[in-house]
């Protein structure tokens, strides 16, 4: 090998990794612990992207951007967590049980799945879900054998209209959840993987992870720590604005006043949006589709104490019959996250904060009159639409440079545009440029 290719192989020199969200982090941990230098660039004034925390000035509580919840299946992002020292910052409950309140009907309910993989609690009258029986559970077998082509609702909705109990309070919720896309639009291959990777592997796979704190307290600030302490460099404040290309390298940077140069043996990871990395990189087929989250952070009244009736020791609920999908309890402010939110997304949020604060006074038997302070977060472009055509469209880590590596929950991780998906593709970015 002469010394000039052995100088311009990407596995030698400085790693510039654009964009500072989960994946980008993920990804310039991963390239200091393999002994790659890391330049990490940010266009905002702060890391995390979506996953972040802040002090809001109206609610005068620290609150996060987006409610996440991670479950023991998800163990790229755990490791991720423990690797920057943030393990202390999860809370865990002693069980993997997910609480339920119908808001329409006042019925309640806990999905509390058995230990190992037989579902014995599908048996139990006790342990279903109300007005469900033990073989409605058994059409999940479908989602196993799903086309690529299917949806949830190919593979397990009725004819005529009425999918009864399981669906709206099963397999909606849970759609929504984790693919933030209406079960008619869902990939159910992808749901398949999220039910075969949690639900079928028992108690032990689905216990749930909340950060104590926030956001930015677990996954944000100590990665960064993290990522200076390997000699890492970070900048916010720059925007990428074009790439340089020549033949089948990029050569420099472009953040407007900065040009930065990629050096022969340099290599770059771009963890941005699809739309921008689809605006940087010609012939990029990336998936543009995407559906919103809208968040609501209420700050309780003084004096209010919440009626915590179902499983006092978990501070989430589920919600069906009304407009939110989960509540989120940390001290005096409740957070409730409505996923797949095409309509609230386009509502004025003063209309938005008045429906939430009702979904949170049934839930919690408070004062639906009263006027407590709420900040409602629109994320209208939250995730990619993870239907089977967007899924097509997710690239892989590697392009046609071979020192520019692609990261982001919506590339190809084989996992839904969630935490876990954004973790992984950082790692994946950052071994495909670490190769010789």
């Not at 702060?46 to 509580?61: I, W």
């Not at 919840?69 to 393990?87: C, H, K, P």
């Not at 309509?343 to 604060?357: F, G, K, S, T, Y």
Request: charged share 20%; with cysteine; proline share 7%.
């Amino acid at each position: 090998m002469t010394e000039t290719a052995s100088r311009d192989r990407p596995s030698r020199g400085r790693v510039h990794v654009v964009g500072a969200g989960l994946a980008g982090l993920s990804a310039a941990l991963r390239l200091g612990k393999l002994g790659r230098p890391v330049a990490l660039y940010e266009a905002a004034s702060q890391a995390g992207g979506r996953c972040r925390s802040y002090v809001d000035a109206k609610l005068e509580r620290s609150i996060d951007n987006g409610n996440h919840m991670l479950l023991a299946a998800n163990t790229a992002a755990l490791d991720f967590v423990a690797e920057i020292g943030a393990g202390d910052t999860l809370t865990r409950p002693d069980r993997a049980a997910f609480p339920f309140l119908d808001l329409a009907s006042g019925e309640s309910w806990t999905v509390e799945p058995s230990n190992g993989p037989i579902p014995w609690w599908i048996f139990s009258a006790a342990r279903r879900i109300p007005g469900t029986a033990a073989g409605d559970y058994l059409a999940a077998w479908k989602l196993a054998f799903a086309g690529a082509d299917d949806t949830v609702a190919d593979c397990l909705a009725k004819s005529g209209g009425d999918n009864g109990p399981l669906w709206e309070r099963f397999w909606v919720p849970l759609t929504v959840a984790a693919l933030n896309t209406h079960p008619r639009e869902a990939s159910a291959r992808l749901l398949w993987l999220v039910v075969r990777e949690s639900f079928a592997k028992g108690a032990a796979a689905c216990h749930p992870f909340i950060a104590r704190d926030g956001l930015s307290e677990t996954f944000v600030d100590p990665a960064l720590a993290a990522i200076r302490a390997q000699g890492g460099a970070v900048a916010f404040g720059r925007r990428l604005r074009a790439l340089t290309f020549q033949a089948d390298r990029v050569t420099a940077l472009d953040f407007g006043e900065q040009q930065v140069p990629v050096e022969p043996g340099e290599a770059v990871v771009l963890a941005l949006p699809p739309a921008g990395a689809a605006d940087l990189l010609p012939g990029l087929q990336a998936p543009r589709d995407a559906r919103p989250i809208v968040n609501a952070h209420i700050r309780l009244p003084e004096g209010a104490t919440p009626q915590r009736r179902l499983a006092p020791d978990l501070p989430i609920l589920g919600l069906v019959g009304g407009a939110a999908d989960w509540l989120f309890l940390r001290g005096d402010v409740v957070s409730l996250t409505v996923s797949a939110a095409e309509d609230l997304a386009e509502r004025p949020a003063e209309e938005v904060a008045a429906l939430l604060w009702r979904d949170t006074a049934r839930a919690l038997g408070l004062d639906s009159q009263a006027e407590p302070l709420v900040r409602i977060i629109k994320e209208k472009r939250a995730t990619l639409a993870q239907t089977p055509a967007a899924l097509k469209l997710r690239p892989g880590p590697r392009t046609r440079w071979r020192n520019l590596a692609l990261a982001g929950d919506w590339t190809d991780t084989g996992y839904p545009a969630t935490i876990e998906s954004a973790v992984r593709s950082g790692t994946a970015a950052a071994r495909l440029l670490a190769k010789p």
